[in-house]
């Protein structure tokens, strides 16, 4: 049974996965909110109202809720993949919600590619591809610029050539 | 002031309001062909700005009055009309730069603004739809407003401000024809009535609808518990779940009332309103996806209502609310499947064959589960679900934007997964639930290449060119 619900998100000629860099990313996001969290958590030695034991029990969740997102974000990252087919493209992530996106290339009206702050210095960005319904959501994060770059070329070429109206 | 005669209607044109006055400016077309909206429009703009400038007055000198007594009160008056008289001022400046026209290319054309000027064209082969409505005040003056929608993301919808009813008609008519394909003296095209829904109707069917139905009995039960227990905590909450519901109703009763349906050869045509009158036409071929709810207390009537997609409208209005776009609030099935049958010809949902959610999606979804299931054949992909609210959703091959499949952590446990087929933003979501895992997988790809193909062969861009 439990090979049967892998089936039904595998893809027979294999995903192309994502590159690792996104891992660090997300991890890096991670530790610069946890700075945050830190200054949070510190603050509560400090009151003198709050009982030390609490404050001590706010250190322990805070380390192992980041030991759980560190290892998350690792399984989220391998999770993520995507394939090329003939008429379509293929999307998927997820671990505990998992979802597979097939958007045909003719539907797209829209190909962006994107990076933020922390992705520019790591060099990575995300291919966003946009249709006529605002529930499509199929977003490709971690490709290297050149990957990206070519990836968003060809989806565009393939949607031009198939494109119609609404 | 005389009456005119049969031979002097170009001197009458501007007589719309029925006073034999002519106001200076009506029906002005300039060197280009370049039309303006009707020189009443400023006026209208600021009789509807007066509740606005009395509320702002109260706000700012509630106390004031009180203290002064009559004076005080005729200020306050007297400073509301000067709001008033600010804002006609103000549009009269736009109504000097508003110019309306169809340019060489075919496309519709808007020049307005005062401060910042704004050229605006509307891509007529993208038109989704033209309305014409009758606000409240505008209709005090014989007015009546025409908003034109084509397909895009943002500022794809276009309000003209005011013009006479009569005028809005046929300027909906011309930007139809146009967009048809047609010539644009095609002239109003007629219409023949379909359906109609009564208000005695509409009012039970309101009140009938489960959440609705549901939450009175809740507050009937709450009074009557109150009352027992003789107590007055529970009333409060009674208000609530009382007054919330009545008001939907009551509101959806309002904007509803009098809806009928029209067939044209523009498209279907709806009716509808008690404060303010709106019109809607649905050009063939535009409608995105189908929903028949059947609410369980509408069922010993065979009723049901029909929901549509249709692109950039009905998602937001203009200010921002989410509106539900129907084809009709309720009807019996053979009148609603009728009306469907005019925008999806050959649409045969008993002839198809269901796929049906596996038994063990009881564990899933208690309730529904026997209602699970999917179908589809050449044209339109189908997906049913509920058991107190039955729902049936429909949306053609050719209009499918892309497909989902999701599996959350308990459908995983029971080897379940939900597909989803796209649709452009509307009241309809198509959603296939706690199928099969495998099957939903499969059902995702086939759907694909299915909507792949269908595209290929619609042409219904222009749909009455070479006619």
Same mark, same amino acid.
């Given at each position: 049974?439990?090979?049967?619900? +892998?089936?039904?998100?595998?893809?027979?000629?294999?995903?192309?996965?994502?590159?690792?860099?996104?891992?660090?990313?997300?991890?890096?996001?991670?530790?610069?909110?946890?700075?945050?969290?830190?200054?949070?958590?510190?603050?509560?030695?400090?009151?003198?109202?709050?009982?030390?034991?609490?404050?001590?029990?706010?250190?322990?969740?805070?380390?192992?809720?980041?030991?759980?997102?560190?290892?998350?974000?690792?399984?989220?990252?391998?999770?993520?993949?995507?394939?090329?087919?003939?008429?379509?493209?293929?999307?998927?992530?997820?671990?505990?919600?998992?979802?597979?996106?097939?958007?045909?290339?003719?539907?797209?009206?829209?190909?962006?590619? +994107?990076?933020?702050?922390?992705?520019?210095?790591?060099?990575?960005?995300?291919?966003?591809?946009?249709?006529?319904?605002?529930?499509?959501?199929?977003?490709?994060?971690?490709?290297?610029?050149?990957?990206?770059?070519?990836?968003?070329?060809?989806?565009?070429?393939?949607?031009?050539?198939?494109?119609?109206?609404? | 002031?005389?009456?005119?005669?049969?031979?002097?209607?170009?001197?009458?044109?501007?007589?719309?309001?029925?006073?034999?006055?002519?106001?200076?400016?009506?029906?002005?077309?300039?060197?280009?062909?370049?039309?303006?909206?009707?020189?009443?429009?400023?006026?209208?703009?600021?009789?509807?700005?007066?509740?606005?400038?009395?509320?702002?007055?109260?706000?700012?000198?509630?106390?004031?009055?009180?203290?002064?007594?009559?004076?005080?009160?005729?200020?306050?008056?007297?400073?509301?009309?000067?709001?008033?008289?600010?804002?006609?001022? @103000?549009?009269?400046?736009?109504?000097?730069?508003? @110019?309306?026209?169809?340019?060489?290319?075919?496309?519709?054309?808007?020049?307005?603004?005062?401060?910042?000027?704004?050229?605006?064209?509307?891509?007529?082969?993208?038109?989704?739809?033209?309305?014409?409505?009758?606000?409240?005040?505008?209709?005090?003056?014989?007015?009546?407003?025409?908003?034109?929608?084509?397909?895009?993301?943002?500022?794809?919808?276009?309000?003209?401000?005011?013009?006479?009813?009569?005028?809005?008609?046929?300027? &909906?008519?011309?930007?139809?024809?146009?967009?048809?394909?047609? &010539?644009?003296? #095609?002239?109003?095209?007629?219409? #023949?009535?379909?359906?109609?829904?009564?208000?005695?109707?509409?009012?039970?069917?309101?009140?009938?609808?489960?959440?609705?139905?549901?939450?009175?009995?809740?507050?009937?039960?709450?009074?009557?518990?109150?009352?027992?227990?003789?107590?007055?905590?529970?009333?409060?909450?009674?208000?609530?779940?009382?007054?919330?519901?009545?008001?939907?109703?009551?509101?959806?009763?309002?904007?509803?009332?009098?809806?009928?349906?029209?067939?044209?050869?523009?498209?279907?045509?709806?009716?509808?309103?008690?404060?303010?009158?709106?019109?809607?036409?649905?050009?063939?071929?535009?409608?995105?996806?189908?929903?028949?709810?059947?609410?369980?207390?509408?069922?010993?009537?065979?009723?049901?209502?029909?929901?549509?997609?249709?692109?950039?409208?009905?998602?937001?209005?203009?200010?921002?609310?989410?509106?539900?776009?129907?084809?009709?609030?309720?009807?019996?099935?053979?009148?609603?499947?009728?009306?469907?049958?005019?925008?999806?010809?050959?649409?045969?949902?008993?002839?198809?064959?269901?796929?049906?959610?596996?038994?063990?999606?009881?564990?899933?979804?208690?309730?529904? @589960?026997?209602?699970?299931?999917?179908?589809?054949?050449?044209?339109?992909?189908?997906?049913?679900?509920?058991?107190?609210?039955?729902?049936?959703?429909?949306?053609?091959?050719?209009?499918?934007?892309?497909?989902?499949?999701?599996?959350?952590?308990?459908?995983?446990?029971?080897?379940?997964?939900?597909?989803?087929?796209?649709?452009?933003?509307?009241?309809?979501?198509?959603?296939?639930?706690?199928?099969? #895992?495998?099957?939903?997988?499969?059902?995702?790809?086939?759907?694909?290449?299915?909507?792949?193909? #269908?595209?290929?062969?619609?042409?219904?861009? &222009?749909?009455?060119?070479?006619?």
């Amino acid at each position: 049974m439990a090979d049967r619900t +892998k089936d039904a998100f595998t893809y027979a000629d294999g995903w192309t996965a994502v590159s690792p860099t996104l891992t660090r990313a997300r991890r890096l996001t991670l530790a610069l909110v946890y700075v945050l969290v830190i200054a949070a958590v510190a603050a509560l030695f400090w009151i003198p109202d709050v009982p030390v034991w609490v404050a001590w029990v706010a250190v322990g969740v805070a380390v192992v809720a980041f030991g759980w997102l560190w290892w998350l974000i690792g399984r989220r990252v391998r999770s993520f993949g995507y394939a090329e087919r003939g008429d379509d493209l293929l999307v998927s992530s997820g671990i505990m919600f998992r979802r597979l996106v097939i958007v045909p290339y003719g539907r797209m009206q829209l190909v962006d590619v +994107k990076a933020g702050p922390i992705d520019r210095w790591l060099g990575i960005t995300t291919v966003q591809l946009h249709t006529a319904a605002a529930t499509t959501d199929a977003s490709i994060p971690g490709l290297e610029p050149d990957i990206a770059a070519g990836l968003r070329d060809r989806l565009a070429r393939r949607g031009e050539q198939r494109s119609a109206g609404l | 002031m005389t009456l005119p005669g049969p031979g002097s209607s170009p001197s009458n044109v501007g007589d719309d309001l029925g006073l034999g006055v002519t106001l200076p400016g009506h029906g002005t077309v300039d060197a280009a062909g370049r039309r303006r909206v009707h020189p009443i429009s400023p006026l209208v703009h600021g009789v509807s700005a007066l509740p606005v400038g009395f509320i702002i007055v109260i706000a700012f000198s509630f106390g004031m009055v009180e203290k002064l007594g009559p004076v005080g009160l005729l200020v306050a008056v007297s400073l509301a009309v000067l709001f008033g008289v600010l804002v006609t001022a @103000w549009k009269y400046l736009a109504w000097r730069n508003t @110019w309306y026209w169809f340019d060489d290319d075919g496309d519709f054309r808007v020049d307005s603004g005062v401060l910042t000027r704004q050229q605006r064209r509307l891509q007529l082969s993208r038109l989704q739809s033209v309305d014409v409505a009758q606000p409240l005040v505008a209709r005090f003056f014989s007015m009546a407003e025409v908003t034109v929608e084509v397909a895009g993301t943002q500022d794809s919808r276009l309000k003209l401000q005011f013009l006479t009813l009569d005028e809005a008609r046929a300027l &909906r008519s011309e930007i139809l024809a146009r967009a048809a394909g047609l &010539r644009h003296d #095609a002239g109003e095209a007629p219409e #023949a009535p379909i359906a109609s829904v009564t208000p005695r109707d509409l009012a039970v069917s309101l009140l009938l609808r489960s959440v609705t139905a549901g939450l009175l009995l809740v507050t009937i039960l709450i009074v009557f518990v109150t009352v027992l227990s003789s107590g007055w905590g529970g009333l409060g909450i009674a208000l609530i779940t009382g007054g919330l519901p009545i008001l939907i109703v009551i509101t959806e009763f309002i904007k509803y009332f009098n809806f009928t349906v029209a067939q044209s050869p523009d498209g279907l045509r709806m009716r509808f309103g008690l404060a303010k009158t709106e019109t809607r036409t649905v050009p063939p071929g535009r409608v995105q996806a189908i929903e028949f709810v059947e609410p369980f207390l509408w069922r010993r009537w065979g009723w049901v209502r029909v929901r549509v997609n249709i692109a950039g409208v009905g998602h937001e209005d203009a200010n921002g609310n989410k509106e539900e776009t129907l084809l009709i609030p309720v009807a019996t099935r053979a009148v609603a499947e009728d009306l469907v049958q005019r925008v999806l010809p050959g649409l045969d949902i008993d002839g198809m064959a269901w796929h049906e959610a596996p038994e063990r999606s009881r564990r899933r979804a208690p309730i529904q @589960w026997r209602r699970l299931a999917v179908a589809w054949d050449d044209s339109v992909f189908a997906a049913r679900s509920g058991r107190v609210t039955r729902r049936l959703t429909v949306i053609p091959h050719a209009r499918t934007q892309s497909v989902r499949v999701t599996q959350g952590p308990w459908e995983r446990a029971l080897d379940l997964a939900s597909v989803h087929v796209d649709s452009t933003p509307g009241p309809v979501r198509i959603t296939g639930r706690h199928l099969d #895992a495998m099957t939903a997988r499969n059902v995702a790809d086939e759907q694909s290449v299915r909507a792949e193909q #269908a595209r290929a062969e619609d042409h219904s861009i &222009r749909w009455a060119e070479g006619e």
